[in-house]
């Protein structure tokens, strides 16, 4: 197996100590021009990202985070939360030409709002594989109150936190032991 796609998929682990190293801005922009490139429906590319580097910044999502999740925010360089902007498809006439697909969107929200999760889920996939191929670490979590999150950093937008990441550059141990994986025969057929 290539040692590149070895690193990438499988030496990985969730990150829960990382070293005081500055995760420059330049690689969280190299992050995105690496994310921004992986396919999505209609392009619509949902994501919203909100890098917090600042200990003030921190500070400010702290009292949202379960109590498990606090430490792991407060000890990395940078958290990231994922956000998904519901209004995407106001985008779609610049971002999908290849017919109007805004009118699938503009008059139903059930319809926009699982678009919008759906496809930032499928970004923050291809944004935690850059995350590895540059060298850096990190950890998901969902252990957070969602609505206190929107109103402290999306209040009166359209974008809604779906999940957040730590990230920075991992130290041993760096989280808990690998856990087993299911086999393909236990989760896949081909028919």
Known sequence: MN???KRIFIDTVTTYNYSDKVVEDSSL?????LTKWG????NCSPLRLVFLKSEEAKNRIDPYLMDSNKVSVKNAPVCVIIGMDTMF?????????AMDAKVFFENNEELAYATAFRNSS???GYFLKAVNALGLDTGAMSGFDNKGVDNEFFKDTSIQSNFIFTLGYGIEPKGHPRGARYNFDEVAKII
Do not use: V
């Not at 396919?39 to 209609?42: I, Y």
């Not at 498809?89 to 030409?97: A, E, R, S, W």
């Open 122 to 124: 499928l970004q923050a």
């Open 3 to 5: 040692e590149d796609i």
């Open 29 to 33: 922009k190299e992050l995105y021009e």
């Open 89 to 97: 498809f106001t985008d779609l006439p610049k971002n999908f030409t």
């Open 39 to 42: 396919a999505t429906s209609f």
